[in-house]
Nanobody, 123 residues
Framework: VQLQASGGGLVQAGGSLRLSCAASGRTLISYASGWFRQAPGKEREFVASISWSGGSTVYTDSVKGRFTISRDNAKNTMYLQMNSLKPEDTAVYYC?????????????????WGQGTQVTVSS
């Protein structure tokens, strides 16, 4: 499986970005997926996860109400809509495909990772 993340960039605080992650080589339909991020000097952290059907989602507390994870199984693509961005959201964002169908917060639950896309939020 190859995951290609895109949509990152530089945005002012309060702005929005939409990240996309297209999968090739394998269908995503049977697996949960997620987004993680890593800020400079910090460990990679969980952002959001969505179940294989899209029926269940979970978010880290700091992005609840601002970020929305979604997926289009027909297009083999997942998304992360990010609104009301804050400087502390600045990080490299990674998409990932899980080993199973259910939402998961732990990085160990994922076995395929994208290359990352940089999101920078200026104050």
């Amino acid at each position: 499986v190859q995951l290609q993340a895109s949509g990152g960039g530089l945005v002012q605080a309060g702005g929005s970005l939409r990240l996309s992650c297209a999968a090739s080589g394998r269908t995503l339909i049977s697996y949960a997926s997620g987004w993680f991020r890593q800020a400079p000097g910090k460990e990679r952290e969980f952002v959001a996860s969505i179940s294989w059907s899209g029926g269940s989602t979970v978010y880290t507390d700091s992005v609840k109400g601002r970020f929305t994870i979604s997926r289009d199984n027909a297009k083999n693509t997942m998304y992360l809509q990010m609104n009301s961005l804050k400087p502390e959201d600045t990080a490299v964002y990674y998409c990932a495909v899980a080993k199973g169908r259910l939402i998961a917060r732990e990085s160990q639950s994922y076995n395929y990772w994208g290359q990352g896309t940089q999101v920078t939020v200026s104050s």
